[in-house]
């Protein structure tokens, strides 16, 4: 049952906080850190906990983020959901109503002039795949942002993502009050501009908005839409499973197995940095017997302050106006000046180095825990736990996400869909056809170039079965031509028409002596980048015809060659003059 919408409700509801909320913030926050490039300031200060403030604050200055981009590679590489062939959102238009004009129809409004981001796709693979891969326990509700001007204007929904810190209250299918990133701009008595809170109250019923008026926090509502939809057009985004808590699950998220590694590479990348200042960096030391003139080598003045000509060390460096140092005659009783009486002190820098490898190698396991070390910038052999890609690993994981993703399209069409067309469309499944179908992606390309180039010199040095070196190639090809398609489907059609494709030409001419072969094959093999370059010019879509027809074309090309190089068809153009003189009384 929906709670009863009050002043008193509104009141308590922005002060309370749902009895997951610690947990889920908490988890959100652990991948944040990285994600955004922050200061990792609790991770720090368990490692160092004695540490003095002056050092911490000297570590938060010069810290530099070295996990931000890791997570960027994985944020990347997962937008090729969206590349995948098998991706595809259709709509049936036969099921649109003819109440629904043409400009206002579900596509035109979510593929064409979805407010913000143009289409809800482009809001999936820009502001929710970031978010939900944060924050796992986040919100996807249906909210307005303002009414229709006109009564017969479509009222415009639109999905927002609410971190986990932004809920403030959740009963799953119930309610949700949120707090929203935007602001109300307000004034006060001293007539000084402020930045107030907007709260979203919505229920199976009702979507309430409440703007902060004054300092005290007092709320004013702003917007009150009745959906009647009879169910809750909020939900959280999801990820992996990790426990139900107080009548409610709490989800991880699919890259909180980096975790681990992140925080030890934030760790110690700021450790590195010190190391680097205190052990890299040249120090100089010199040899002087100059007292300092103000002082006289005592270090202090008459008054007992210490001078601020020596720092009090009593002596001074003696360096003429050209930079060269000057160094005095030893005095009666005083040893020599060492020679050379300046030096740089020596340092290891062995420490160094190895925190730079450990810094490596654990941002290398932490895109090796969801399967993408291809990613790394450590070359394989480099990181000390080189191993094989798990394509079916690395494949269950990004269709995990992929179908994720097109579960929580799914309901954002659904809640969209419901909320825009209700009023005129009151058949829940006359609203449901209008719904489009998105396919979840089953084949992703992932792999980059230079991985599969190393795969295939493996398999070329273990002379592995020319049938499969030819698959690794053709993967090979889509993927240096993915901006190129015609240049791909042409370098794919010289493989698949080549019937000795992987043969040396000695072991193709054996193959004729010996008649394993036929002269067309043989032919056709030798000669196959010509044919196939003077198929396509002279055959309007030759790439788009059959493999039986793509042959026979290419069979009869091939029988040209085979006539034109026959002794008699020969002798006949020598004997026309197109040969040499010398030439044709030989073969006569």
Known sequence: MPPIITPEFVRNAINYRHPNYTATVELAEAIKIHADGLFPDKLIAERRPSESKAIFEYRKKIYKSVTKKEIGKVLTELQKI????????????????????????????????????????????????????????????????????????????????????????????GYVVLKSADKNVYRAGNNRIYQGDIIYIITMEQILRYKQVTGKYDLELDLEYNHNLGYLPAFKAGGEYKCRVNNDTIYES???????????????????????????????????????????????????????????????????????????????????APTPPIGYIYKDTKIAELQDQRVDKHLYKALASINMEFLSNVSLNQSGVAKEVDRDALNTFVSSIAEDIVRILDNAYRFICDVRYSVIITDKEARQNLLPRIAVPERFDLLNSSYLMGEIREANTAQVNPVVKK??????????????????????????????????????????SNGGITEVDYVISCNIVQLVNIAINENDNFLRKTFKEKREIIKTYAQAIIAENTPQNTIKVELNGEGSSEGTEDNI
């Open 82 to 173: 969206r590349r995948s062939q098998d991706w595809n959102i259709s709509y049936n238009d036969d099921d649109i109503p003819k109440k629904i004009s043409g400009d206002e129809t579900l596509e035109r409004y979510c593929e064409e002039n979805y407010p913000g981001f143009s289409s809800l796709t482009n809001w999936a693979f820009s502001e929710l795949l970031r978010r939900y891969l944060i924050d796992a326990n986040s919100i996807i509700a249906l909210v307005l942002k303002n009414m229709p001007a006109q009564s017969n204007e479509y009222i415009k929904p639109i999905v927002e993502v609410f971190s986990s810190e932004q809920v403030l209250d959740y009963v799953e299918g």
């Open 254 to 336: 699919r890259i909180q197995y980096m975790v681990p590694e992140l925080d030890e590479a934030a760790r110690e990348y700021s450790d590195l940095q010190a190391e680097i200042v205190q052990h890299i960096h040249s120090e100089k030391y010199y040899y002087t017997n100059t007292d300092c003139p103000d002082c006289n080598g005592a270090g202090k003045l008459k008054n007992k302050s210490t001078c601020s000509k020596c720092t009090g060390s009593g002596r001074i460096t003696n360096v003429s106006p050209y930079g060269v140092f000057l160094v005095d005659m030893a005095k009666a009783g005083e040893a020599q």
């Open 471 to 512: 698959n690794m190639e053709v993967e090979f090809i889509r993927k240096r031509y993915n901006a190129d398609p015609d240049k791909a489907d042409e370098l794919q059609c010289i493989f698949d028409m080549d019937p000795f494709y992987g043969n040396s030409q000695d072991e193709k001419m054996t193959m004729l």
